[in-house]
């Protein structure tokens, strides 16, 4: 992702304000000092690296990526794959033997039914 144009710079630049803001509305409420901490922190890595915002935003979609096959990861081992064995289990129990549409045949297998026609 080419993050050199003016657009996508003042969407980093504004995401990283709003965080700012959060972290001092979360200070002025709360009096923790871990929220001043994380602002001021924030504030100077801002003033001292000024392309930090670009580096968290490709952060953020590195972490997005992992995060996405994580999620699915665990959706389907924790949910699918549980639903699945414990239906399995109940229509083994209730249903018992199923009836098929496999018939069997009494076939002999002998040497003329390899030979080639024609």
Avoid at 7 to 35: E, G, S, V
Wanted: net charge positive.
């Amino acid at each position: 992702m080419e993050l050199k144009n003016l657009k996508n710079l003042k969407i980093i630049w504004r995401t990283f304000l709003f965080y700012l803001l959060i972290f001092q509305f979360l200070f002025l409420i709360t009096h923790n000092k871990i929220f001043l901490f994380i602002l001021l922190s924030f504030i100077l890595i801002g003033i001292l690296f000024p392309n930090f915002p670009e580096y968290l935003y490709q952060f953020g979609f590195f972490v997005g990526e992992i995060n996405t096959k994580f999620i699915l990861f665990l959706i389907f081992y924790f949910i699918i794959c549980p639903i699945s064995f414990i239906r399995k289990f109940i229509k083994r129990k209730f249903v018992g033997k199923e009836e098929t549409f496999w018939e069997k045949i009494d076939f002999k297998i002998e040497k003329e039914n390899f030979e080639k026609m024609g």
